[in-house]
């Protein structure tokens, strides 16, 4: 079977929407024909500086979550990332064969960045990407499921492999991105030009698994639109309905067209309350088993466990043929 790797940082207590549709609905379909690699990856997570206790919970909400939305910890490997130490190993022989100059036009860097402010920016965040790069070539990946926002990454991930294989010799498998084209991003529901994200400044506008249900009814009900009053998918003109679409399309499986058709006519209100019931309908059960699983943890750290001793196997194979190529003397 090919390969897929693809990681979610733990920098929230709880996965959000678009976490859901970029990536996770998309997991639990592709691990059938993958063998795939899903991690809940916490070394990138402190790039953010959280708070450490709160770093361990979230670290486990995430992998709960996973499997609570239908990741098999028997199908998938499915643990965490500091679990499996070649991953900053592999990622500090990449930091130098990459340019600086080329890390720093990495936009989420700059977004991220320039949210943070000068003083509050790590080198850490600006070597992210490296490490992401060592995430997926540690495992001979074939394909990264990934949203939008991460295609940048792993352009990068594959000029690294490549510029490794003709400078050392053919050692990385050079991944390709699978991107889901219409529900690929989804916006903040206040700020419907940026992307819906854990680390946002303020929680308003984002869905997430884990709040009550009535939490996410307020936020969706409040979801900025625009006073054109119809309902149609226009990107640039109608930036919050065509997000309410994608979403709304996203959860029920309906078609956009079809979604349009059927509320053409009607008020905002009642698209909202259609997205509000189409969301809580697939929001419900991962919430309710997700917090089942998070009332056993020893059962879910020693799966988790099992799933580390799967994933160094692999991961020490290839790091130990990096090493060798890069010239590092075998202990
Ligand atoms: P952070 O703000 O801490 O970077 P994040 O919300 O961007 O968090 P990540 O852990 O960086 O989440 O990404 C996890 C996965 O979710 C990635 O595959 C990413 O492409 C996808 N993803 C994140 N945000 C969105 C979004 N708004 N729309 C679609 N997919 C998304
Ligand atoms: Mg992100």
């Known amino acids: 079977k090919p390969v897929l790797f693809s990681g979610m ?3 929230n207590d709880s996965l959000h929407l678009g976490n859901v549709v970029g990536a996770l609905q998309q ?29 361990r919970a979230r670290t486990r909400s995430t992998a709960a979550q996973y499997i609570a939305a239908g990741i098999d910890p028997a199908k998938s490997t499915l643990y965490v990332q500091s679990h499996v130490p070649a991953h900053a190993q592999l990622s500090w022989v990449l930091n130098n064969i ?9 936009t989420q860097f700059k977004d991220k960045s320039a949210r943070f402010g000068a003083d509050s920016t790590t080198v850490g965040l600006f070597t992210y ?13 074939n394909v990264v499921p990934v949203g939008e926002d991460q295609r940048q990454h792993l352009e990068l991930t594959r000029d690294l492999a490549g510029r490794f294989n003709s400078r050392f010799g053919d050692t990385f ?3 390709e991105p699978i991107i889901l084209k219409q529900t690929a991003k989804i916006y903040d529901l206040q700020n419907p030009t940026a992307k819906m994200s854990k680390s946002a400044e303020s929680e308003a506008g984002l869905i997430k698994v884990l709040d009550d249900p009535k939490v996410n009814q307020k936020k969706i009900m409040r979801a900025v639109t ?23 399309s996203a959860m029920s499986g309906w078609a956009i067209d079809a979604i349009v058709d059927e509320y053409a006519g009607r008020g905002y209100g009642d698209l909202k309350k259609g997205v509000v019931e189409a969301v809580h309908a697939v929001f419900e059960p ?43 003397l075998r202990r």
């Open 286 to 328: 991962i919430r309710v088993r997700t917090l089942e699983l998070l009332d056993d943890p020893a059962e879910l750290d020693r799966l988790l466990a099992v799933n580390a001793e799967k994933a160094n196997a692999a991961a020490e194979k290839t790091l130990a043929i990096a090493y060798e190529r890069v010239g590092l």
């Open 129 to 141: 990407p490296v490490l992401m790069a060592a995430d997926i070539l540690l495992y001979d990946t």
């Open 27 to 55: 997991w639990v379909a592709l691990q059938e024909e993958y063998d795939a690699y899903y991690c809940v990856v916490d070394l990138h997570a402190l790039t953010s500086s959280p708070n450490p206790d709160e770093l």
């Open 173 to 175: 498998v050079i991944p």
């Open 226 to 248: 625009d006073d054109d009053a119809s309902i149609r998918f226009d990107r640039d003109a109608k930036p919050g309905i065509s997000n309410l679409l994608t979403i709304f």
């Open 98 to 106: 990459t340019g600086f100059g080329e890390a720093g036009r990495m």
């Open 9 to 11: 940082q733990p920098s």
